[in-house]
């Protein structure tokens, strides 16, 4: 089955999109039509402009074309005083809200690309002057512009594909699956975010997790080591695939030596914190592992240090291997 897609852009960076044409495939437009997606109109993938642009979701609204999935890739920016008038749509004179709001009343889904999208994300930062907010969460709180009780006439609330930005897989993965057919309540987590990538956690596939296990940290950003204690990696708590469902085929924050600052989760803007360093209470990260009680992870922390190998621990603050795995017989008896 195939699914008309409406694709708008309100207070963001575009990032999204940017990510999306970094999909790992030859050809991204036959990939979307493989999958049975439609590209209605996208501010910056389609040829139409102006009022050629404006009379496509003139015919959504009026129903001369069906409006499958409408996604919005941005935060709704609600000011001055819930005008919506810091960002009016051109060439119309009505703010974005307004048109996101009548659009979405007719779209038989809604998806949210992206965190500001989803939760408000970096745009709804600080004092958040622009009133910034998600489609259907204002941060981990239900409401956003459309309200916590709204339903696309698909019977699903807003599908969120949480991320900053989100990965090419994510976006396509759920429009796929809401083409055909296999994405439902139960498909969800609590955040509304798809379940095939956030019942996963960053931590999973990490290849630093031999130094997580032995609890040997990185010092400094070039460093091997875990950087959960030291560098402020949010990674054991932060719901996505990002080392299972590598970018462009090989690559993650992890991977690249940056800590995860946990972009899929609401209020990642806002840590409290400065985003490469851990907050810790009395020598104790104030961030622990998912599910994971404190007393556990102090006396496994303690356990693991003391039985560190020597090699996991002269890697863990080198930026390349200094100890190499020791050769041994391994043929079986």
């Known amino acids: 089955m195939s699914l008309n897609v409406l694709w708008l852009q309100s207070g963001g960076c575009g990032g999204c999109s940017m990510s999306l044409l970094n999909a790992d495939v030859a050809d991204f437009p036959g990939w979307w039509r493989q999958a049975g997606l439609n590209l209605l109109w996208h501010p910056s993938l389609s040829l139409a402009g102006g009022a050629d642009a404006l009379s496509v979701l003139q015919d959504c609204l009026d129903g001369r074309v069906a ?63 622009a009133e910034a907010c998600g489609l259907q969460f204002e941060d981990d709180r239900p409401g956003g512009l459309l309200g916590a009780a709204f339903r696309a006439r698909g019977g699903l609330p807003v599908v969120n594909v949480a991320g900053c930005p989100t990965h090419p897989g994510w976006v396509t993965d759920t429009l796929s699956a809401l083409a055909a057919g296999l994405l439902g309540p139960d498909d969800l987590d609590s955040l509304q975010r798809p379940r095939f990538y956030a019942d996963q956690l960053v931590h999973h596939g990490c ?20 950087m959960m204690e030291n560098m402020g990696c949010k990674g054991t708590q932060a719901h996505a695939d990002c080392n299972i469902r590598l970018w462009n085929g090989e690559g993650s924050c992890t991977r690249g030596g940056y800590a995860c600052i946990s972009c899929t989760e609401p209020g990642f803007q806002d840590p409290g914190h400065a985003f490469h360093a851990t907050p810790k209470l009395a020598g104790i990260p104030i961030g622990l592992p998912t599910d994971m009680p404190k007393a556990w992870f102090v006396a496994l922390a303690s356990l693991s240090k003391s039985a560190t190998p020597r090699r996991v621990k002269h890697n863990a603050t080198a930026d390349h291997i200094i100890v190499p795995p020791v050769a041994r017989r391994t043929r079986l008896k």
Request: with cysteine; charged share 15%.
């Open 67 to 129: 409006l499958d999935v409408l996604c919005l890739e941005g935060a709704l920016l609600r000011g001055p005083q819930g005008t919506g008038r810091f960002h009016l749509l051109a060439g119309t004179g009505l703010p974005m809200t307004q048109w996101v709001e009548r659009l979405a009343g007719v779209a038989r889904h809604v998806v949210a690309v992206g965190s500001c999208a989803a939760f408000g994300g970096v745009s709804a930062t600080g004092p958040n002057p």
């Open 207 to 226: 290849t630093r997790n031999e130094y997580y296990e032995f609890k040997a940290s990185a010092a400094k950003p070039s460093d091997l080591g875990c």
